[in-house]
């Protein structure tokens, strides 16, 4: 809060005044990509066996905006990002690995993006960057999933630990652990009352205020 108080009477830094002799882009292109992509969202899952409902995609959303800042503020201090999306899907949805890991890409995923945006530092026009990104991430998504069902159909032993080229799929394997561990079995059974990991959260909280209280200081003393 006193960071937020003290950002509200500075002058704007030299990025800004940079940025300022660019058009910005207008609200309605923004909300008009809102409105497609969140209709395109509702038909994947609606369409594919994803067991995500929508009131859940909206809260996924509702995530996203809200943390977008105070996450902000905290990835600036502590270099550190901070997320509660697998509690919040766990309690919500138990047993759904699949909308466990749809709930984190729009939830948390939505929101790591929103703060990797560098285009303010870069001083890159607003309205180029706009385009640009949308381009990006057609162009990324598809050639991706192209790529990703070419090789699983192509390469033998493809994901598997005794594959002859290393093709394991590392990563994807963790995103799968993740899904069994936060959606099939759930956070109800491993961190609710009288629960074997229950004093975790409490844990958890108390290092979390620790280190944020020491951040905090720190940047005041500086």
Not at 61 to 72: D, E, K, N, S
Not at 96 to 120: D, E, N, S, V
Not at 131 to 136: K, N
Not at 172 to 194: C, K, L, Y
């Amino acid at each position: 809060m006193m960071q937020a108080r003290r950002s509200l009477g500075e002058q704007p830094d030299i990025h800004a005044r940079l940025m300022s002799v660019y058009p910005r882009v207008p609200d309605r292109w923004y909300l008009v990509l809102f409105v497609i992509m969140f209709a395109l969202g509702v038909v994947s899952f609606e369409v594919w066996p994803a067991y995500l409902p929508v009131w859940a995609f909206v809260v996924a959303l509702l995530i996203a905006f809200t943390y977008v800042i105070p996450c902000g503020m905290i990835q600036a201090i502590m270099n550190q990002q901070v997320g509660l999306k697998y509690l919040i899907v766990g309690y919500a949805l138990p047993g759904r690995p699949i909308a466990m890991m749809m709930f984190k890409t729009w939830g948390y995923i939505t929101m790591t993006q929103a703060l990797t945006f560098a285009a303010h530092y870069m001083e890159i026009p607003p309205r180029k960057i706009f385009w640009c990104q949308i381009v990006a991430a057609m162009v990324a998504a598809t050639t991706q999933l192209g790529v990703q069902t070419w090789m699983l159909n192509s390469i033998p032993d493809m994901c598997s630990q005794d594959q002859k080229d290393g093709f394991t799929c590392s990563y994807t394997e963790v995103f799968g652990t993740a899904s069994i561990i936060w959606g099939v079995v759930g956070p109800v059974v491993q961190f609710s009352s009288g629960q074997r990991y229950h004093f975790a959260l409490f844990l958890r909280r108390c290092c979390s205020c620790t280190c944020n209280a020491l951040a905090i200081d720190e940047t005041v003393a500086a």
